[in-house]
């Protein structure tokens, strides 16, 4: 059985929320994912977690024997209606469940369900120094569309933001 067939991917419900944070916190120290410095707790994430609908902006969890593994998220871009078929895609993954395919399985899901959301162009916003994350969204066809020269300060460290997209149709 390979890991793939192990894992089940299902709609994040409010139940999850504490996971998906200590997800997200594992990432902060690692200074590559982040421009969070500090954990984040479970109460500042509740408005961002009921901005999200299944039908719309989901919110993924991947888990395996009822443990959550790792979260994917599409989030509305800029907040205004001409941008509705746009969406930034967010993946977190369990310091566990890293390097194991599951941001694969993530990406090829988001991509195809893109057409059923009402979305056309997926957008990453990804620390240039982010290699993993950057390689992830290339071998899926994203292209780099705009670099952010030293916007965020990482323990004295100026870096910069690459913004990847990809057209889905």
């Known amino acids: ?13 409010f139940e999850d929320l504490p996971s ?17 410095t500090e954990p984040v707790t479970v ?6 977690f009921y901005d999200h609908c299944p039908n719309k902006r989901p919110m993924w969890i991947i888990e ?4 959550i593994c ?16 746009t969406a930034e895609l967010s993946i977190y993954i369990s310091d566990n469940y890293r390097r194991k395919g599951l941001g694969h399985i993530f990406m090829e899901r988001a991509i195809d369900i893109c057409p059923k959301l009402g979305i056309n162009t997926l957008l990453g916003f990804i620390f240039s120094h982010n290699e ?9 066809g ?10 965020a300060v990482l323990d ?5 933001l690459t913004i990847v997209g990809k057209r889905v149709y």
């Open 1 to 13: 059985m390979t890991i793939k067939e192990e894992m089940i991917i299902r709609d994040a419900k």
């Open 20 to 36: 998906i944070v200590d997800i997200y916190n594992s990432t902060i120290p690692g200074r590559m994912v982040t421009a969070d």
């Open 43 to 48: 109460e500042s994430k509740e408005k961002w």
């Open 64 to 67: 395996k024997d009822n443990k």
């Open 70 to 85: 790792g979260w994917l998220s599409f989030q509305s871009f800029y907040g205004r209606p001409a941008y509705n078929a």
């Open 132 to 140: 993993p994350s950057l390689k992830l969204f290339q071998k899926y």
């Open 142 to 151: 994203f292209e780099s569309w705009g670099q952010l020269p030293r916007v």
């Open 156 to 160: 004295g460290i100026e870096r910069d």
